[in-house]
């Protein structure tokens, strides 16, 4: 099927540029790193990522969850797992509505995010 692709939406570069390098290490191809929900809709449009992890607290007018609804209504249905430091119910609910694959807690281990994208993409980066 050829390299599985992830786009990173998360607006702090640290934690984007932490989790890029990781998924790197594991042989998938980083899409862009969105900083915002328009940025992610440009980088899904443009390259079809396989895998978005996505942080509900992002700069501008769109969260996370809007963003991936706005993914999923205008371009297609890609797997999701979310990477978030808003761990509360009605957060929860919201997410769980746009049917994740995982919903992960910051700070979050990275052999934890490793299995969930290994889960979200079938057990192989190639």
């Known amino acids: 099927m050829g390299e599985k692709k992830i786009l990173i939406i998360e607006d ?4 984007a540029m932490e989790i890029k ?3 790197l290490q594991k042989g998938y191809t980083v899409t862009g ?3 915002s929900g328009p940025a ?5 449009k443009e390259y079809h990522p396989d895998l978005a992890l996505v942080d509900i607290n992002l700069k501008g007018d769109m969260d996370g969850i809007e963003t991936v609804s ?3 209504s205008s371009f297609y ?3 999701v797992i979310y990477i978030t430091a808003y761990s509360n119910e009605d957060v929860k609910q919201r997410a769980s509505a746009t049917h994740p694959v995982d919903y992960l807690t910051k700070p979050f281990e ?3 995010l490793m299995s969930a ?4 993409l079938g057990n192989s980066p190639s």
């Open 40 to 44: 992610a809709l440009l980088n899904v």
């Open 33 to 35: 790193i969105a900083t």
């Open 70 to 72: 706005a993914i999923r």
């Open 110 to 112: 990275p052999t934890v």
């Open 12 to 15: 702090n570069i640290i934690v």
């Open 117 to 120: 994208i290994e889960r979200a």
């Open 21 to 23: 390098t990781r998924v």
């Open 77 to 79: 249905d890609i797997a």
